[in-house]
Nanobody, 127 residues
């Protein structure tokens, strides 16, 4: 059973930075495309960032509103994917979820494309 555990969320002020981490169990982490989603109260879960599985080059995709502010990366030696969030805005407030895709899609961007999910970590941006 693949388990994903997010960490790094918390309270931040506008303009602050946070780094989210997602530790993934198992021996096949490098074969997973990885993504970050977020869901605010009363809103649908939305794709934030994704990164391709290893071995196909490095491809990333971002929600338009976070481009230039957020960066997704992975460390296969640590079975961990990161989301570096800079220039945080109040509208970034949400529960952030880490997800793993085992389907082979280069950078999936819809929830149904992902096979494994973490429990989420709260990010609150407020002054």
């Amino acid at each position: 059973q693949v388990q994903l555990v997010e960490s790094g969320g918390g309270l931040a002020q506008p303009g602050d930075s946070l780094t989210l981490s997602c530790a993934v169990s198992g021996r096949t982490f490098s074969r997973y495309g990885m993504g970050w989603f977020r869901q605010a109260p009363g809103k649908a879960r939305e794709f934030v960032a994704g990164i391709s599985r290893s071995g196909v080059g490095t491809y990333t995709r971002y929600l338009d509103s976070v481009k230039g502010r957020f960066t997704i990366s992975r460390d296969n030696a640590k079975n961990t994917v990161y989301l570096q969030m800079n220039g945080l805005k109040p509208e970034d407030t949400a529960v952030y979820y880490c997800a793993a895709d085992n389907t082979g899609v280069v950078v999936p961007s819809v929830p149904s494309d992902y096979d494994y999910w973490g429990q989420g970590t709260q990010v609150t941006v407020s002054s």
